[in-house]
């Protein structure tokens, strides 16, 4: 009889170790889907005023007009990685070479969400141009995450001609490398999966050498932040080009792929429509959620 009550007690012991470890996976998967979940916010920091709709889409007429908003993303995940798609810009000369209105310093207009500059984990940029990779010293713990073959062209051979590096500003590329010494830059080669939890680059349609795009899982659905690979619903609405490319043709191809990627057609967002902010629940004055 104690034979017989010690191996039950044995077998009780084991049980109740399986149950515990199948508990165990079964929380640890729970905890990897959250990790893989982000909330997305597309915040509006500026304005730019009566800008022509042909240096967007490309055969428009040259007669129209639009303000376009001046847009970053901002993905918050549950694990505490605080992501921002994008860095906007801060530069003086800017506020003179066009009709800026509304204009808040990217790093102050995400303080509706509840984040300050040092909390933003990771700088996710889309590409070099000067208003969406001129804000990267405002969030100084970030790590960049760009293009290996963007960031080599113009850290080196875009500088060797005055036609290879238009929109690119020379002070944003010294910060960018000011950052790689720090070793808080990380490369992206080509489509790249797996180097985020539920954040996935994709290669952008040329509009500069190397730009990308990024989906961004929200659990169930995905969302696709187009930035400058799709300045406007009109480019997809149209199925027309961007106007500034360096390959119409890949553009095109981009924006079918993103919009493939995309859970439905309204989570592709682009990259300057002020519609966005009439699509999405609303946040703030500049803020909207997407979902």
Known sequence: MGGTGWMGRTGGIAKGFAVAIVALALCAIHVRADVDRYEVYAVRFATLANFPVSSLVAGADRSRRMDISMMIWVLKGVDGRIAIVDSGFHHDR???????????????????????????????????????????DL????????????????????????????????????????????????????????????????????????????????????????????????????????????????????????????SEPRLLVPGHDPAVFARFPRVSDRIVRIE
């Open 94 to 136: 800017y506020f003179t070479q066009f009709t800026v209105k509304d204009y808040v310093k990217p790093s102050e207009a995400i303080a509706p969400l509840g984040i300050k500059p040092d909390d933003v984990t990771d700088l996710l940029l889309s590409h070099m141009h000067w208003d969406h990779a001129g804000g990267i």
């Open 139 to 262: 969030f100084p713990k970030a790590r960049v995450w760009v293009q290996k073959d963007e960031y080599d062209y113009y850290t080196g051979d875009a500088w060797q001609s005055a036609r290879t590096h238009g929109g690119i500003d020379a002070d944003d590329v010294l910060e960018i490398v000011k950052r790689n010494t720090e070793g808080k830059v990380s490369f992206v080669r080509g489509d790249d999966d797996t180097s985020l939890s539920g954040i996935t680059f994709g290669v952008g349609g040329k509009h500069t050498f190397a730009s990308q795009f990024v989906v961004v899982s929200t659990r169930p659905q995905a969302v696709v932040i187009a930035s400058d690979n799709m300045y406007l619903y009109e480019n997809l609405d149209a199925h027309a080009p961007i106007a500034q490319t360096l390959d119409a043709a890949s553009n095109l191809r981009t924006q079918d792929r993103m919009k493939s990627l995309a």
